[in-house]
Structure formats: C-alpha cells, structure tokens
C-alpha cells in the first residue's frame, strides 16, 4: 500500500510539473517546473531500484540542463521587447494534443505486452543495454555536440554590440 502512495505521490509530481513547465507564461518558472518533473522522475526510478538511472536523472538532467537552460535564457534575452506568448494556434495546439494523447492511449491498450522472464528481469534489457552502447553512443554523442553549438551560436547571435 505504501509502494502504491508513493508511486502516487511521484506520478502526481511528475505530471503536476510537466503541465507546470508547459503553461507557465514565465519561462525561469518554466525551468523550475522541468526541475521539479525531472526529480520526481528520478524518485520513480528509486522506486524501481535503479539507482545509478536515478543519479543520472538528478545530477545530468536536473542540474546540468536546466542550468544550461537558464543560462541560455539569461544570455540570449532580448530586453525592451514585449514578450507575447499568446499564439492564435492554442485550440489548434490543444486539438493535436488531445488527438496524440488519444492514440497513445490507444497503443499502450491495444499492445500484447511481453511478459517477465523466470529469471523476474524484464525482458531485452540485456539486448537494450548492448544496442544502447554499441549501435546508438556515437549518433547520442553527435547529437550532444550539434546541441552544443546550436547553444553558443545562439548566445554569439544574440551578444549586443556584435560589430567586435
């Protein structure tokens, strides 16, 4: 039972500052809602027992992100320009997002889903871990580096007095 609440509690975070992080209008606030879904995520998976996954979560994502996120935003902010974040295209928006949530739903209960191996460990881990690490680490790898310079583009773009 208490298993059951504190999976409650952390799904209940979790989606609390996802929705937090996408419909606040102040985009610091937004940061700190990420911060906050990003932690409860990394308590789901202590609940799991995975506790090397839980460090990454809140040492990678929930401080080197989103600080580079809000570095990011103070560097590259545009100061005298109003800030409009009311777009024509919000019913549009909320449609599609209806629509994608819809047809999740509709996958994960129309899915077979493969049950646990005798051995109690879910099934293809070990094959998931190899394809993580010998197919998949140079396309992660390349992808943190095109980040990376889409990052200092952005910040060189926005300096004022660019005529250096």
């Known amino acids: 039972m208490a298993v059951w609440l504190g999976f409650g509690v952390l799904a209940g975070a979790t989606v609390a500052g996802a929705l937090g992080t996408v419909t606040s209008r102040n985009v610091v606030h937004a940061a700190l809602f990420l911060l906050v879904t990003l932690i409860a995520v990394a308590g ?25 996120l809000l570095f990011a935003l103070m560097l590259t902010r545009i100061r005298g320009t109003a800030a409009s974040l009311d777009n024509p295209q919000r019913p549009l928006a909320i449609v599609a997002a209806l629509a994608t949530v819809g047809l999740l739903l509709g996958v994960v209960l129309s899915t077979q889903w493969p049950v ?3 051995g109690g460990g879910p099934v293809g881990f070990p094959q998931w871990g190899a394809s993580l ?20 583009g952005a910040v060189v773009i926005s300096r004022p007095g660019g005529e250096e």
Not at 54 to 68: F, M, S, T
Not at 133 to 145: G, H, K, T
Request: hydrophobic share 75%; no cysteine.
């Open 116 to 118: 646990q191996q005798p």
């Open 133 to 152: 690490f010998r197919q998949w680490a140079i396309p992660f790898e390349l992808a943190s580096v095109v980040l990376l310079v889409a990052l200092i």
């Open 44 to 68: 789901l998976f202590l609940m799991l027992f995975a506790e090397f996954l839980a460090l990454v979560q809140v040492l990678l994502y929930g401080g080197a992100i989103v600080l580079v």
